[in-house]
């Protein structure tokens, strides 16, 4: 279960933030560009390129008493602003020093896991199940302090309300074979805005897991010759669901909106996530470790996640960085 977390850590945070990690980078201008899930208005709006629809189709391998078992995730946009005290009142500002700390405003992510239920595959035959996804706007409000101790400043932090349908279902095929559908939709009121203002109301990164017991996923990437046909005729909407966990193993699949094979790994010399599969480890770590000190200043403040990277970064012992420079595995080939 641990690997299958990993892989689904790395989808949710693909492309998240890339290198150089600072809010100055160009590359880092437009985000939250893999798994997009739109207000319904919007996508319509602006045509396919930006759904407001994904859909995952797989074949599960059972009877009306198996359970598959559905969560969806993604990441909620949430706005940071740094808020500086004139006497009474808390202005806006792109950026306040205190001390030996900077801080910048700019947009961090909220995680949202939406728990949509376990059901019987008979339940699922007789009607669609559906879970509404409804979350509240809100903000909070983190006092920054002097060395004094005296609060002459604030992080404000706030999101914007989302909501949206999951729905289940399920058919037959024929005897022991069934197709199961989840169905994630933004249908979160949309007032006009542009692209940048309406990711804030957008399922970012979303992905779908499924699990099932008393019966085995199918493989949509290599079926048996017996269920090409119905493995084809599965209609997967900005998303792919592969298995996932040890190889050989059917009871998990990921629908991830990045395209990945049948039982993805992240390589065990990774020190941790980077948000940029297109990247090698042993590269970003240079890279990170030549960065300039004001540019580490603000790869800091541009994120808590990039402070993250650096603080690890900084802290990989020689064995460590050795350890990135390469390996040699056995590969199972196939031969006809």
């Given at each position: 279960?641990?690997a299958v977390k990993?892989?689904a850590?790395?989808?949710l945070?693909?492309?998240y933030?890339?290198?150089?990690?600072?809010?100055?980078?160009?590359?880092?201008q437009?985000?939250w560009?893999?798994?997009?899930?739109?207000p319904?208005?919007?996508?319509?709006?602006?045509?396919?390129?930006?759904p407001?629809?994904?859909q995952?189709?797989?074949l599960?391998?059972?009877?009306?008493?198996?359970?598959v078992?559905?969560?969806?995730?993604?990441?909620?946009?949430?706005?940071?602003k740094?808020?500086?005290?004139?006497?009474?009142?808390?202005?806006f500002?792109?950026?306040l020093?205190l001390?030996?700390?900077?801080?910048l405003?700019?947009d961090?992510a909220t995680?949202?896991?939406?728990?949509?239920?376990?059901?019987?595959l008979?339940?699922?035959?007789e009607s669609?199940?559906?879970?509404?996804?409804d979350?509240?706007?809100?903000?909070?409000?983190?006092?920054?302090a002097?060395?004094?101790g005296?609060?002459?400043?604030a992080?404000?932090?706030?999101?914007?309300?989302?909501?949206?349908t999951v729905?289940?279902?399920?058919?037959?095929?024929?005897?022991g074979?069934?197709?199961?559908t989840v169905?994630?939709?933004n249908?979160?009121?949309?007032?006009?805005?542009?692209?940048e203002?309406?990711?804030?109301?957008?399922?970012?990164s979303?992905?779908t897991?499924l699990e099932?017991?008393a019966?085995e996923?199918?493989?949509?990437?290599d079926?048996?010759?017996?269920l090409?046909?119905?493995a084809e005729?599965?209609?997967?909407l900005?998303t792919?669901?592969?298995?996932?966990?040890?190889?050989?193993?059917?009871?998990?699949l990921l629908?991830?909106?990045?395209?990945?094979?049948?039982?993805?790994?992240?390589a065990?010399?990774?020190p941790g996530?980077?948000?940029?599969g297109g990247?090698?480890?042993?590269l970003?770590?240079l890279?990170?470790?030549t960065?300039?000190?004001?540019e580490k200043?603000e790869?800091?403040?541009s994120?808590p996640?990039?402070?993250?990277?650096?603080?690890?970064?900084?802290?990989?012992?020689n064995?460590?960085l050795m350890?990135?420079?390469g390996?040699v595995?056995e590969?199972?080939?196939?031969r006809?």
């Open positions: 279960m641990d990993k892989i850590e790395a989808v945070y693909e492309g933030l890339l290198y150089p990690y600072r809010r100055s980078a160009r590359k880092n437009q985000r560009t893999f798994g997009g899930v739109y319904r208005a919007y996508s319509e709006a602006r045509g396919e390129d930006d407001w629809i994904m995952t189709q797989c599960v391998l059972g009877d009306e008493e198996s359970t078992e559905v969560k969806v995730r993604f990441l909620h946009v949430t706005e940071r740094v808020g500086e005290k004139r006497g009474e009142t808390l202005e500002v792109e950026e020093r001390g030996g700390e900077l801080y405003s700019w961090e995680e949202r896991e939406i728990a949509v239920g376990r059901f019987k008979s339940e699922l035959l669609p199940m559906r879970v509404g996804i979350i509240p706007g809100g903000s909070t409000e983190e006092p920054l002097d060395s004094t005296e609060v002459v400043g992080l404000i932090r706030s999101w914007r309300t989302v909501c949206g729905e289940v279902e399920a058919e037959p095929l024929h005897k074979t069934f197709r199961v169905r994630i939709t249908t979160t009121p949309w007032g006009g805005e542009d692209r203002s309406t990711l804030r109301q957008t399922f970012a979303t992905h897991t099932v017991e019966g996923f199918v493989s949509l990437t079926p048996p010759e017996e090409q046909e119905a005729g599965c209609e997967n900005k792919w669901p592969v298995l996932v966990g040890e190889e050989g193993e059917r009871g998990m629908s991830s909106p990045i395209i990945l094979s049948d039982y993805p790994r992240i065990p010399e990774s996530d980077f948000f940029d990247e090698i480890d042993q970003l770590v890279n990170i470790l960065l300039t000190d004001k200043e790869m800091r403040a994120d996640r990039a402070r993250e990277i650096l603080e690890r970064t900084e802290s990989l012992s064995e460590e350890n990135l420079h390996a595995r590969f199972r080939m196939l006809e």
